[in-house]
């Protein structure tokens, strides 16, 4: 094979974000939605649902209800944006569209932040329902500001866009995408000190809790529940599990390739 | 925005421009198979060159290759004057891949409004509405813009596919099989169209087929098999050359020639 010169892609791809094309990608993951207005209804519904179950099943113990449901505030948008985002990548993968659109002048980075904008839209939405839910209408005692709750719930969600962005890259099917979430996810769950204390944990687990990204958003919601004012360690758990959505974020910008096998 | 390419110094003079495309020694591997095996070939501007052969020849690979979205690319690929999967080609160039790649839960027009977003987010919104209005008109689904993507036939949907490669002006359009499972009525519109793009816009054309009569409407053929061009020639002198009458007959005979030589090789060895 004689071959002479390798033809690569040249340095200069775009990275840089542009605005006008994160935007539309965002709008028009969001007008995808509204073709769908049944997954929107289950995304918001099923939340409430939820807490409404929880708050009658700690009905004798509502101490109980209040640091789960708190919990479960920040785990929620998680866990929901996490399966949407990552079987939603996944059909862009699998129709052809993402090629489509790597072929056009596209950067990753709009991509992705378009994908991050409108899911972290829906996931307000959600939160916000969710958070008024539970504080006005079930009785959820936060010493803190419904605010701070709304905001760990928000990085909590793009924490889950970027999981669930990022694990697509591994699913070649709907099937295995769906299986990454006990996998990705139930660790997390129990670790986070949402069944027990943290620190009530074996040794090497509580170590392994340190470092999953879930901890840090149930620690973040309990602080409010507990403080009236924003605590170091609140903001320190809130920046920490922003940067682990920047993180994850940027490792699933690495598995889009414009150029496949 | 017409981005015309300037010619390297040294190259043939305005007449005769930098080919659209041009190959060297264009090698490519996927897992353990080597799909192209170091081919060499041309592809004019300004007309319409049939890429045609039995299907797993190779033909989507080398047009993934064009475009830039394949890898494991070795050899030289020149695509208008750029190396291929050039950023700055993004834009000049058309694809369309075999299966129909659109949104399935968007109108016709909110998929194609979203690529014209992509494609030049600059121009005003009435400019790229004017666009989207014109390959509706193109692809003759202007009936049908506010129909969900999802709900059209399948040649309806490709056509969806071919209207967003044809949004902006790109300067070479890659199709893929553009009108598999179109009725004739329909394949003979758009090769109507595929001519007066060439024809009007001076845009240059790939356009893979195994379906043998679409040869005669190209200017040019590439015929492939098992990753080896055959033949890169007009319809005409591969017809004389090959003393048939028909291009179907004229593939025939160059397989049954490439199969013979082949043969000829392994007993010598």
């Known amino acids: 094979m004689n071959t002479t010169t390798i033809t690569t892609t ?16 965002a709008a028009r993951v969001l007008r995808q939605l509204r073709h769908d207005p049944r997954t929107i209804a289950l995304l ?31 785990i929620f948008p998680l866990i929901t944006m996490f399966l949407v985002t990552s079987i939603a990548t996944l059909r862009e993968r699998t129709s052809g569209t993402l090629e489509r659109l790597l072929s056009m002048p596209l950067g990753k980075g709009d991509l992705i932040a378009g994908y991050a904008l409108a899911f972290g839209f829906l996931a307000v939405i959600q939160s916000a329902l969710a958070t008024g839910l539970a504080v006005w209408f079930l009785g959820l005692d936060v010493t803190g500001s419904p605010w701070l709750l709304l905001l760990v719930a928000l990085l909590d969600a793009l924490l889950g866009t970027a999981l669930g962005l990022f694990v697509s890259a591994f699913a070649a099917s709907e099937y295995q995408a769906v299986q990454f979430m006990p996998a990705v996810i139930f660790p997390q769950l129990l670790l986070c000190g949402l069944f027990t204390p943290r620190s009530d944990m074996h040794p090497v687990l509580e170590a ?26 609140f903001v320190r758990d809130a920046l920490i599990v922003a940067g682990c959505a920047l993180l994850v974020l940027c490792l699933g910008a ?4 414009r150029r496949t096998a | 925005m017409m981005n015309y390419v300037v010619d390297p110094p040294g190259a043939a003079p305005a007449p005769n421009p930098t080919p659209a495309v041009q190959a060297e020694a ?51 690929l020149n695509v208008l004057g750029r ?5 700055s080609l993004r834009t000049r160039i058309g694809y369309v891949t075999q299966a129909p790649s659109v949104y399935d839960d968007l109108t016709v027009r909110q998929n194609l409004d979203y690529f014209a977003a992509i494609l030049d987010p600059g121009r005003t919104a009435a400019t790229r509405r004017h666009d989207v209005d014109r390959v509706l008109t193109d692809v003759d689904l202007a009936t049908h813009a506010d129909a969900l993507a999802g709900n059209l036939s399948g040649g309806q949907r490709s056509r969806v596919s071919l209207a ?31 001519h007066d793009i060439a024809a009007s816009r001076g845009a240059t054309l790939l356009i893979s087929s195994h379906v043998m009569d679409e040869a005669e409407r190209c200017h040019r053929l590439l015929l492939m098999r098992e990753g080896e061009v055959l033949a890169d020639d007009t319809p005409d002198a591969l017809r004389t050359r090959t003393g048939s009458d028909t291009v ?20 010598t060895r």
């Open chain 1, 10 to 25: 040249a340095p200069t791809a775009p990275s840089a974000l542009s605005v006008s094309r994160t935007t539309a990608t």
């Open chain 1, 44 to 74: 918001i519904l099923i939340p409430c649902v939820m807490l409404v179950l929880l708050r009658y099943v700690f009905d004798g113990s509502p101490r109980t209800f209040d640091s789960i449901g708190a919990s479960l505030l920040g």
């Open chain 1, 208 to 233: 392994v809790s340190d470092v999953l990204p879930m901890s840090y958003a149930v620690d973040g919601m309990n602080e409010v529940l507990k403080h009236t004012d924003m605590t170091a360690t």
């Open chain 1, 254 to 257: 690495a598995t889009l390739r």
């Open chain 2, 26 to 76: 264009l090698t490519v591997v996927r897992g353990p198979r080597t799909v192209l095996r170091g081919i060499d070939f041309t592809v004019p501007r300004g007309q319409i060159t049939g890429l045609l052969g039995p299907s797993g020849c190779g033909k989507s690979t080398l047009m993934r290759s064009i475009v830039g979205t394949q890898a494991k690319v070795t050899g030289t």
């Open chain 2, 83 to 87: 190396p291929a999967g050039h950023p």
């Open chain 2, 164 to 194: 967003v490669a044809l949004l902006g002006t790109p300067e070479l359009l890659v199709l893929d099989e553009p009108t598999v499972g179109l009725d004739p009525v329909l394949r003979r519109d758009l090769w109507t169209l595929f």
């Open chain 2, 248 to 267: 179907e007959a004229a593939f025939l005979h160059l397989v049954d020639e490439a199969v013979a030589t082949a043969r000829q090789k392994e007993t």
